[in-house]
């Protein structure tokens, strides 16, 4: 047996370590956390000084006694969990859990998995640092505090099977902030002016020259005035400008910047980054990929140096040493860089090839020369007008850094790119070919991508690297928001063009408002925030959620104890909750559009309990209220009086097939077909106000067409075993577990002793994370048990237990 127990995370990260160490040592997985706070009830002792009660899950017991074995048996126990507070925490769970003693337990740490760093690792060990470890059972602590106590209040006082978070809250509230200032904005329009001129070279060959009017006008008779004049003026080269520039790299990757721009450069989503940098990192590819540090080793410094001078020169190295501006940068102590600078490419499946090479080059864009450029302007007068225009252009003198990569951004703008500018020499007239006036507008704030909500979140000092990826996963899971595209609309803009000393007056056409992959807020999501910031609105404030961090921060360095700043919160926070339940009004979100020409009677839009819907009449009312569900693309801050009567119009008859009526409808999950007892999904091209009955029965025998595909083979006497075509390819499922069919075995000619032999190679595929809804059910039922942390604290009378929390049990 060996001497030496090394623990770590996860099966791939064992199986990397295992090829540096020898015989003397065995390495295993802890497969994440061992242990967590109690499902039953809110798992912490209020009455002994906000104690967690950590338990075993269900499905680590055996996962711990293998551990455990093994650690008696071992001499010592290496605990080899991830460097951050959350990696601390592990290995101090760990060494509770197993009962290890302090003579024979090691902790290391190492931010890259190569030999030289865990060997270095294996002869520098340490304590476990219970500073961190704090650090970390407080945000866990606090975090379950506002979720057990505020999600009961929404369920009470909007809909049930709600759920708010300290981080996901805030991270909404910054979306739905910004939809709204995105509905209130009104485009403000202005001209731009620019003029194509026409000179000749020495050789007295025609050169062309694009310039721009240094002023914009705001009405059209301005611009049209200024045209006028330009009909008998003169343009002559006024001056030229040369200057010299230089661009400079972006730092390493932190895992903010990573996420950013493997979601501009690749189209990855956060949780996609960080799901193939993990892969990455425990291949012993790249370094730690969860973050704050823009700094690099000097072994990384040297190593970059002399790959640089290797494929470009020495001219092309320029070492720089980047300092963190981030306050709480307490996740790791390097940037996320390649392990081996000298490997430009990896392999691996093609999502790692991709992000591995976006490290590589960024790290070592970081290391090289300032690309040196040549900036020229040339301003040109026109006679009789104060206004000049200006044509600017760019050379790249030396490409430096940019002979490998340059930085994307965020920005969306239509402006040009600079270009060469033609030789010219100054009182050199021009011969204006073409001045065009275009009505130009306003642009709306941007919605926020996952990637710049990411960015918003570190500029305000809100959750840390570790975090990122869950919130954005978490408040898009629980329906608060939606990530989607719309379709650009239709806009109308004016032209003025003076050409052969006329000019025309033009209205062209343009798209404008296309969205791609961006955060909309629900209806839902909405009503929620507008709640928590009326009753809550400490907890949805960016400064205190972000003096929280600090607060964090100030716990892993020991100079305060995490049970006094719960405490501090816990007390101000319990009150407010209490009040909430008892004097706060339940909260629908209720809209009243006007009165519903047909009947006279109230015609509104509110949330109901399978989501927005629009309403005629009251509950005051002696005649029921007539319901319909908005659609998708609909909101209840944006529907209008006629879009809303639309919607009664529904269930419609779409006409016949087979015998039997067509009806279309919307639901909880949207536009329907109703045939013969069956439900058919409308595509989101379809509108269900004018599906024909064509496209109707197309519909239907498409789906039945999908569904007599799905199933491939049923194996077993009783059916146990179903193989599937599903939406990434086939599989098979049993007991509702689903397993994977590797891509080069054939799913039609497997057997039953085939499946069972696949399903004993996944262990892990039955523990893997429930479906959101059986989450969310299971998340009620945690919640029922006690109401909220008062039960614990406070001990309330029976009688505040929420009823509508125990049927939803």
């Known amino acids: 047996m060996p001497k030496n127990l090394v623990i770590v995370e996860s099966p791939a990260k064992a199986k990397t370590i295992e090829k540096f160490l ?51 048996e071992a001499e010592i126990v290496w605990l080899a969990s991830d460097e951050d507070r959350e990696g601390e925490a592990i290995a101090w769970h760990l060494y509770e859990e197993l009962k290890l003693k302090k003579e024979n337990t090691r902790r290391i740490v190492f931010h890259e998995i190569t ?12 304590d476990i640092d219970i500073n961190l470890v704090d650090a970390q059972q407080a945000r866990r602590v606090l975090d379950r505090i506002v979720g057990f106590e505020l999600s009961p209040v929404l369920w009470r006082k909007i809909r049930p099977s709600l759920s708010a978070g300290r981080v996901q809250s805030v991270a909404v509230r910054l979306i739905v902030e910004r939809e709204r200032e995105i509905n209130q904005f009104s485009a ?36 049209q005035a200024f045209l006028e004049k330009c009909k008998e003026a003169q343009f002559s080269v006024d001056s030229i400008v040369t200057k010299p520039a230089k661009k400079s790299p972006a730092p390493p990757f932190t895992t903010s910047t990573l996420q950013q721009e493997a979601a501009r450069k690749l189209g990855f989503s956060v949780s996609q980054t960080m799901q193939v940098a993990q892969r990455l990192y425990e291949a012993g590819k790249i ?115 940019l002979k490998v990569y340059l930085e994307s951004t965020d920005d969306e703008t239509d402006a040009e790119n600079d270009s060469l500018l033609p030789a010219m020499k100054n009182g050199e007239l021009l011969l204006a070919n073409e001045i065009v006036a275009q009505e130009r507008f306003s642009q709306k704030p941007p919605r926020y991508a996952e990637a710049s909500l990411v960015r918003k979140l570190e500029e305000l000092g809100i ?74 609105p400490d907890v949805l404030n960016y400064n205190f959620t972000a003096d929280v961090e600090k607060e964090f921060d100030n716990i892993a360095d020991g100079e305060i104890k995490w049970t006094e700043s719960i405490d501090k919160f816990y007390k101000k926070f319990h009150p407010i909750v209490e009040d909430t339940l008892k004097n706060s009004e339940r909260q629908v979100g209720e809209r009243i559009l006007g009165v519903d020409p047909k009947s006279g009677r109230q015609l509104s839009v509110k949330i109901g309990k399978y989501g927005p819907l629009a309403q005629i009449g009251t509950v005051e009312e002696e005649e029921k209220p007539s319901f319909a569900s908005l659609r998708r693309d609909q909101s209840i801050e944006s529907i209008s009086f006629e879009e809303a009567l639309e919607l009664f119009k529904l269930p419609r008859e779409a006409g016949e097939f087979e015998g039997k009526v067509m009806t279309v409808a919307i639901g909880r999950f949207g536009p329907y077909i109703r045939h013969d007892g069956a439900f058919y ?33 049923i194996l077993g006497n009783d059916g146990e075993i179903q193989v599937l075509n599903g939406r990434f390819g086939p599989y098979f499922t049993r007991d509702k577990v689903n397993y994977k069919i590797p891509k080069t075995t054939d799913p039609t000619t497997l057997t039953l002793e085939n499946c069972l032999e696949l399903i004993a190679a996944q262990p892990d595929a039955a523990t893997k994370k429930k479906p959101f809804g059986k989450k969310s059910a299971a998340t009620t039922k945690v919640a029922a048990t006690k109401t909220s942390a008062t039960k614990t604290a406070a001990k309330p009378k029976a009688k505040a237990k929420p009823k509508v929390t125990a049927k939803k049990k």
């Open 188 to 223: 403000e329009a202005n001209y731009r002016v620019n003029a194509f001129f026409i000179s000749k070279d020495i050789n007295g060959k025609q050169i062309d020259l694009k310039a721009e009017l240094q002023q914009r006008f705001a009405t059209k008779a301005e611009a």
């Open 22 to 72: 020898g015989n003397d040592y065995q390495v295993m997985s802890s497969f994440g956390h061992i242990r967590d706070l109690a499902e039953k009830g809110i798992g912490i002792d209020f009455e002994n000084n906000y104690e967690p009660q950590y338990v075993v899950s269900t499905d680590k017991k055996k996962t711990v006694a293998d551990l455990r074995k093994a650690s008696k």
């Open 681 to 713: 999904s409308l595509p989101k091209t379809d509108d269900p106000m004018d599906v024909s009955t064509e496209r109707a029965i197309e519909i239907i025998e498409e789906k039945r067409e999908v569904e007599k595909n799905r199933v491939i083979q």
């Open 287 to 401: 370094t730690y990929m969860r973050t704050d540090s823009v700094n690099l080793s000097d072994l990384a410094l040297g190593t970059s140096k002399a790959e640089i001078i290797s494929m470009a020169g020495e001219r092309y190295v320029q070492i720089r040493k980047f300092t963190t501006k981030s306050k709480g940068a307490q996740e790791a102590h390097e940037a996320i860089r390649p392990t081996y600078m000298n490997t430009h490419k990896t392999d691996g499946t093609s999502q790692e090839k991709r992000l591995y090479e976006l490290i590589w080059k960024r790290t070592i864009a970081s290391q090289m020369a300032d690309a040196e450029l040549e900036k020229t302007s040339i301003y040109i007068s026109v006679s009789g007008v104060k206004n000049q225009f200006v044509a600017s252009g760019e050379v790249i003198v030396f490409d430096g850094f």
């Open 115 to 126: 030999k030289d760093a865990i060997l270095h690792a294996i002869k520098t060990p340490r």
């Open 463 to 536: 959750g840390r690297p570790s975090t990122y990826a869950p919130t954005i996963s978490t408040i898009q899971n629980r329906l608060y928001v939606e990530k989607g595209d719309r379709e650009p609309e239709k806009r109308n803009f004016n032209v003025l063009t003076l050409k052969a000393g006329k000019i025309a007056d033009e209205i062209k056409t343009e798209n404008t408002g296309a969205e791609k992959s961006k955060l909309f807020p629900t209806d839902i999501g909405l009503v929620v925030t507008d709640f928590l910031t009326e009753y809550f």
